[in-house]
């Protein structure tokens, strides 16, 4: 597959953007930032270095730096190291202070996310930032990569759908696979292997693995969060598969529900409900729909049919470069609700419903905004896959 992603584009919006805040220099340090700026995976703490003039370079762990040079379009690149000297600070500090930024204003990535790697600005890098250059002024540029990052173009497009086909391989190849008494580590390997034969280059979840849970595991009170364990698969119990390939350093994700055996009919009843969520959230990914608005019509759903209480009050969150895993993501709070989805965003829309001693089921799946709602950028089915075995 060729797609080309045009990076000189990337940095010009980049520059745009600080010109408009007034930002002479941004130090990206987020994970997001990193991989959106650099084009490569890049796994250190590192910083990018962006100037309104439109100067990129990167400065990251040195015994990294030849392989990301080869990988990356960034030819100016420094390498750091946990020595005096080479410290990743002290290298950025000097770079700063030898381009005549020591009075600048500065962009940094300061915030929070549920993400526990998303790679804000520490307390101690802020405090020896402020130290040694006490005549710059320094400002939140956070909004920055998210803004410009927001809408896909159509070359992160195609990539995405690629992304979107390896996550529904792996489902169809664990469909073929799985029976009673198979256990959850096997089913997350044999994903795994289908999505490496076929181009995942990388598991990105912080829960270290594919995310598989059966029967109790299911219906964690709002658990949304399933690592596999060595429990066995049994028959009438449900199965969550939740798959997780990168392809070119752009994410995917991918949940389906299976049942070996038949369901009871209080299983057959929350595959309903779920099935009727599922296409109501993904209906309403409509060009011009507030965030608010979508998880409002959901929840009236849930509402409806009686099971609100067993849903996660949270329905999706943003998808894209390695790192991309949140902004913004779908709930009713004061951070997003104002957030009008536009054409070609691509968010992962999410449904989780656990119903104690019945069972839970999950839906991940990417999900383009589009005029008319959203389109799924996976072909597995939302229903409950049933598996007579």
């Not at 920055?144 to 070359?155: G, R």
């Not at 059966?214 to 399933?226: D, K």
């Not at 060009?287 to 608010?292: A, C, F, Q, R, V």
């Not at 390695?322 to 989805?341: K, Q, S, T, Y």
Request: hydrophobic share 40%; with cysteine.
């Amino acid at each position: 597959m060729i797609a080309n992603i045009d990076y000189s584009k990337r940095v010009a919006n980049i520059c745009a953007a600080m010109e408009k805040q007034g930002i002479d220099l941004l130090l990206a340090t987020r994970s997001k930032s990193v991989t959106y700026l650099g084009g490569a995976f890049i796994p250190w703490r590192s910083v990018v270095i962006v100037s309104r003039d439109g100067y990129v370079g990167l400065n990251t762990l040195l015994m990294d730096v030849a392989r990301i040079k080869d990988d990356s379009w960034i030819t100016n690149l420094n390498g750091c190291a946990p020595i005096q000297g080479l410290e990743l600070w002290e290298v950025t500090l000097e770079w700063i202070q030898e381009n005549g930024f020591e009075e600048a204003t500065i962009g940094v990535e300061l915030g929070h996310s549920p993400r526990m790697t998303a790679g804000f600005l520490f307390a101690t890098e802020y405090d020896y930032l402020r130290e040694n250059l006490p005549k710059a002024t320094f400002v939140n540029a956070v909004g920055i990569t998210d803004e410009i990052s927001y809408i896909k173009d159509d070359e992160e497009i195609k990539i995405m759908r690629q992304a979107a086909a390896i996550a529904d391989a792996a489902q169809a190849r664990i469909e073929e696979e799985l029976y009673v008494g198979i256990s959850e580590v096997e089913i997350a390997g044999i994903g795994e292997m289908e999505m490496r034969r076929l181009g995942s280059e990388f598991h990105w979840p912080v829960t270290g693995s594919n995310e598989i849970a059966s029967g109790y595991r299911t219906w964690y009170p709002w658990g949304g969060c399933t690592p596999p364990t060595q429990k066995i698969v049994q028959r009438g119990e449900s199965l969550l598969v939740d798959m997780h390939p990168t392809y070119r350093n752009y994410y995917s994700d991918l949940s389906h529900n299976y049942i070996l055996g038949q369901p009871s009919p209080a299983q057959q009843k929350l595959a309903d409900v779920y099935l009727e969520t599922s296409e109501t959230l993904i209906e309403s990914f409509k060009t011009g729909t507030k965030i608010g608005d979508v998880c409002t019509t959901v929840m009236a759903v849930l509402e409806r049919r009686g099971y609100a209480e067993y849903a996660l009050p949270g329905f999706g969150h943003g998808l894209g470069v390695i790192g991309h895993e949140w902004f913004p993501a779908i709930f009713n709070n004061d951070e997003f609700r104002d957030v009008v989805l536009e054409t070609n965003v691509v968010e992962v829309a999410a449904v989780v419903i656990n119903v104690p001693d019945v069972g839970g089921m999950r839906l991940e799946c990417p999900v383009r905004v589009t005029p008319n709602g959203g389109e799924m950028l996976c072909t597995t089915p939302l229903e409950l896959t049933i598996l007579d075995v």
